[in-house]
Nanobody, 122 residues
């Protein structure tokens, strides 16, 4: 059974850090494009970062550049999102995604996690 399970969300003060994890099972991540999306209350889901397995390119949205870092541990079949310098506007449910095409993080074939809540507030 294909599954992505996120963890690591929580409440953090502005300027703080969190590391989200996304453990995959039922398939091997190393050939997949991996990414993180987020959805804030009342807003549409947006892509935060996508890392291609075909050309090694990683794309971050401007608002998180220099603050967020995506990584993968193929031995653990897990994807991470290290977030630092967190701001209240980063508050959202964060979803990991894995796409078998290896290039884009969003297609009809994309696998999704269930989401983990990140709240940035003092």
């Amino acid at each position: 059974q294909v599954q992505l399970v996120e963890s690591g969300g929580g409440l953090v003060q502005p300027g703080g850090s969190l590391r989200l994890s996304c453990a995959a099972s039922g398939f091997t991540l190393d050939s997949y494009a991996i990414g993180w999306f987020r959805q804030a209350p009342g807003k549409e889901r947006e892509g935060v970062v996508c890392s291609s397995s075909t050309d090694g390119f990683t794309y971050y949205i401007d608002s998180v550049k220099g603050r967020f870092t995506i990584s993968r541990d193929n031995a653990k079949n897990t994807v991470y999102l290290q977030m630092s310098g967190l701001k209240p506007e980063d508050t959202a449910v964060y979803y990991c995604a894995a796409d078998p095409g290896g290039y884009s993080c969003y297609s009809p074939s994309t696998y999704w996690g269930q989401g983990t809540q990140v709240t940035v507030s003092s």
